[in-house]
């Protein structure tokens, strides 16, 4: 018997003091396509790839701040042009008060390569490809 997770998709709920700002962010800043962008009050959703992330309304910076969830990508190519990309963006639209590390870092205690990416509400997100 297949396990059921072998089919799931994983969308993290962070916290945030205004969702759909923060999910505007994620669309300039990290190339969510604006139409997978949604929006309703108090929650947003954004999607790139299989990636989704939903935003609640929270304005404990606490909350959010000792939030995150880790992303492992198919390979450190993809890694590699993810985190290219990302910067970029940063460059060229300024990513403040956001922050995203400048160079993906082996770690072989654990067999991966991997950067960070905090958002503007203090939310977490670490890539990693397999080495």
């Not at 990290?30 to 309304?57: C, S």
């Not at 940063?90 to 008060?97: D, L, M, N, T």
């Not at 654990?110 to 203090?122: K, L, S």
Request: with cysteine.
């Amino acid at each position: 018997m297949a396990d059921p997770l072998d089919t799931s998709h994983t969308a993290p709920k962070f916290a945030a003091p205004d969702p759909g700002k923060l999910a505007a962010w994620y669309a300039t800043h990290l190339g969510f396509p604006k139409q997978a962008v949604f929006e309703k009050g108090d929650y947003a959703i954004v999607r790139r790839g299989n990636l989704t992330l939903h935003f609640w309304k929270c304005d404990d910076r606490q909350i959010a701040e000792n939030t995150a969830c880790y992303t492992e990508l198919s390979s450190v190519a993809a890694l590699n042009e993810l985190h290219s990309d990302l910067l970029a963006r940063s460059r060229k639209e300024g990513f403040a008060p956001g922050r995203i590390e400048n160079t993906p870092v082996d770690q072989p205690g654990h067999g991966m390569r991997e950067f960070h990416v905090w958002d503007p509400a203090g939310n977490l997100i670490g890539f990693g490809a397999s080495l």
